[in-house]
């Protein structure tokens, strides 16, 4: 089985600050491991994934992501917030080939991100 | 054109109704999804098709029947619904299943009364 926790309902942060948004996730095979953001009424779309390789992983907005396999962890950080960030923030797992959860995309519970001028 | 296009974006149904949600996407997908998106929750997934076969189904009552008429579309038809079952639906699409990344269609807000 595989699971996604979010720590943090709610993050709040002054433009032009760092944003630092949790993820640890549970999982029997190596994982793969996605960021989305959602905006109110829309869809979701994807901010950045890893899969295998470099661990350091570029995003699109200027997000990046470690995998630290060692602390189960994959923690979303934006060095400077900008006003158009505000939204919600999903880290997703999915299992590799060969397992049960093949294709099967777990979320977590999502962070709100609040950015304040 | 990297758009998975949601129709309806609104539906509102009787629960004695029948009505259908499609999604399209023509990136060359072979693998599409429902998932069903609570108020303040995170999107959980409803189904899988996997080169148009049905691969997943996350024990969806059958009051939903997804269907997959080729590789671009698929449908959820919708039948008897309870007033729970209000949801935003979301589609998406990956090129395979697994570790290729899901685009998502804006989904559609449906309430049932």
């Known amino acids: 089985a595989q699971s996604v926790t979010q720590l943090g309902s709610h993050v709040s942060v002054s433009e032009g600050a760092l944003v630092l948004l949790r993820c640890n996730y549970s999982?029997?095979?190596?994982?793969?491991l996605f960021w989305y953001v959602q905006y109110p009424n829309q869809g979701l779309q994807l901010l950045l994934k890893y899969t295998t390789g470099a661990t350091l992983v570029k995003g699109i907005n200027g997000f990046e992501a470690e995998f630290k396999k060692s602390e189960t962890s994959f923690h979303l950080t934006k060095p400077s917030a900008h006003m158009s960030d505000a939204a919600e923030y999903f880290c997703?797992?999915?299992?590799?080939?060969?397992?049960?959860?093949?294709?099967?995309?777990?979320f977590g519970q999502g962070t709100i991100l609040t950015v304040h001028p | 054109d990297t758009e998975v296009t949601q129709t309806p974006k609104h539906l509102v149904m009787g629960m004695t109704n029948k009505k259908s949600l499609k999604c399209e996407q023509h990136?060359?997908?072979?693998?599409m999804y429902w998932y069903k998106q609570k108020a303040k929750k995170p999107p959980e997934l409803m189904f899988v098709y996997s080169y148009e076969k049905l691969s997943i189904n996350e024990s969806v009552p059958s009051r939903f029947s997804p269907e997959c008429p080729n590789s671009s579309l698929l449908n959820l038809h919708l039948h008897a619904l309870q007033p729970e079952d209000s949801a935003l639906y979301l589609c998406?699409?990956?090129?395979?299943?697994?570790?290729?990344?899901?685009?998502f269609g804006q989904g559609t807000r449906l309430t049932v009364v």
């Open positions: 990136m060359g997908h072979r693998a």
């Open positions: 997703a797992v999915t299992g590799n080939a060969g397992g049960t959860s093949y294709g099967k995309l777990t």
């Open positions: 999982s029997s095979v190596p994982p793969y």
């Open positions: 998406a699409s990956s090129q395979t299943t697994g570790e290729t990344e899901a685009f």
